[in-house]
């Protein structure tokens, strides 16, 4: 046995913060690793040591092997635990670590060189007989096979894949797909497969030692998606047949013995009525482990100590039972109501559910960037069965606030208390282009119960503040009953409203108020009302028509125009990234470019204009 007990955390975020409770747990030291944007970092301040690995770009420290590395002698570290995302799945990083005397908490090199690509791990899946979808040569796509999809070999979280429907778009697709892939994880490497349309994704946890054994700990359903990044998961996996799930848990296993894989890992799977096709293996822990750990009672960053250190699981196969039903719910830093594009900003306060656990690094007083990923945090319920724990979701999300920033959490409420959400009906194509989800695609109405919340805190405020309700009326008489508070707020729409309470101090909804109104949160859902001010004068928002603008918060990848050019509608003026995702930014009419405002590599704002595209007379 390789006995450890000092583990540094090549890692950020909530998965650091996880992995420091865990080494408490073990009574090991743990120790952090920050750039110079997360220097006031939650897990910098939490874990028992913490050393800088800037001053290169944020993003690029967590990548940084050598920097890590020199971290790890310079702290003492005895392990590397390396998270989710950034070199989880590198290969190299597992090897180098390894090389300098040090325990990898993961599988081995070799191991990852094998399942932790998804172009090795297929074939290891087609020789021991698990299905497969068809896969096709880059420069010979059959004409009949589209859709098709475009995906990077190396790595993970949607991150360099493109569902392409027609031949015209594979160039374009496959181009894009290599840019990400290359920036995401270093390596351009692509497969094409046949696109199943409508299927589920569902995804086996595993995990096994160096003694031979290995095990599952059931399933979870993550089908919730967009862009092929997930958004709500659960488990067990709703609806699936005996069969299917026997077919799922065998093959996970078989997989694993196979390859000699050890400590923890996931095999995803396309579910498809009573077929299923293996996806990829993720040779790291997931982003939703904790939907395992509540239905099976097993602490995941636990044994990955234990099987690190050389140790036998501590149980069989046949120890373990599901348990109820689980939820985990992404809290995201970005506008649902507008693509889903990455938002950045800073806190002002940060409410969090106390009836459910949250794994998270988000609080009040912080300023959030594109220059991560956009997830903020993750809250997760446990229930005795589905429903149950699906109330329990509503129950945590209504108790969930988040003020300064646009986030996803009022969308996760709406969805989660849907009737297809409900009825286990999404797959992972529907929210990204099911008609079915577009009462989702749009902000909703200010609801009266966010309106009358509101006016209560305003009335609240300026009491504290004036000694009397903002209104008038004096809110109390000399031997009769108080006088009735009034109180007039205009919503982000415009519309006025007038509210009377003969009291203040009805239901209270978390609220943060400013000179000029209040900001409340309902159902998870922040919304701004106002003090109405004839005086003020309402300009109209937004950019002209003529004005192409950033959607996100970014860099410029590339410009493709120069002022003076023709375009036609749907041409391509350049491309803005964000979190490695990329957005094409597209010419609204047939016209000429009469002014370009960013260069490649600039930083841009949101809503920042980039280009102007004066009409033709016929346009």
Known sequence: MTQFSSVLIANRGEIARRIIRACRRAEFRSIAVYSDADRDALHVREAGVSLHIGPTPALESYLNIDAILDAAERSGAEAIHPGYGFLSERSEFARRVTEAGLVFIGPTADVMDVMGRKDRAREVAEKVGVPVTPRFDPADVPAGAYPVIVKAAAGGGGKGMRIVRSADALEEAIASARREAASAFGDDTLLIEKYIESGRHVEVQVIADEHGNVVHLFERDCSVQRRHQKVLEEGPAPGLSAVVRQTLLSSSVALCREVGYTNAGTVEFLVLGDDAYFLEMNTRLQVEHPVTELITGRDLVQLQFVVAAGGQLPFTQDDIACSGH??????????????????????????????????????????????????????????????AARAAMLDALDHTAIFGLTTNTGFLRRLVASDTYRDAAIHTAWLDGDPAAQEFASRPGVPAEAGVAAARAWARHRIVEDGQPYGGGDGWRMGGEPAPVHISLVDENGEQS???????????????????????????????????????????????????????????????????DLVAHGDILGVVEAMKMELALKAPYDGAVSRVGAATGDQVGLGQVLFVVDPTEES
Not at 337 to 358: D, K
Not at 513 to 533: C, K, L, N, R, S
């Open 326 to 387: 689980a939820f985990e719910a992404r809290v995201y830093a970005e506008d649902p109501y507008a693509g889903f594009l990455p938002q950045a900003g800073h806190t002002r306060e940060v409410v969090w559910p106390r009836r459910a656990r949250v794994d998270a690094a988000l609080r009040g007083d912080q300023e959030v960037s594109t220059a991560y990923d956009p997830m903020l945090g993750k809250i997760i319920v446990h229930g005795p069965n589905r429903e």
């Open 498 to 564: 007038d509210y009377e309470f003969d009291r203040v101090d009805g239901v209270e909804v978390p609220a943060v108020v400013d000179p000029d109104g209040v900001t409340v949160a309902y159902e998870g859902q922040t919304w701004h009302f106002t003090a109405p001010d004839p005086m003020r004068a309402r300009a109209a928002s937004g950019p002209a028509e003529a004005e192409v603008v950033s959607p996100m918060p970014g860099t410029v990848l590339s410009v493709s125009v120069a002022e003076g």
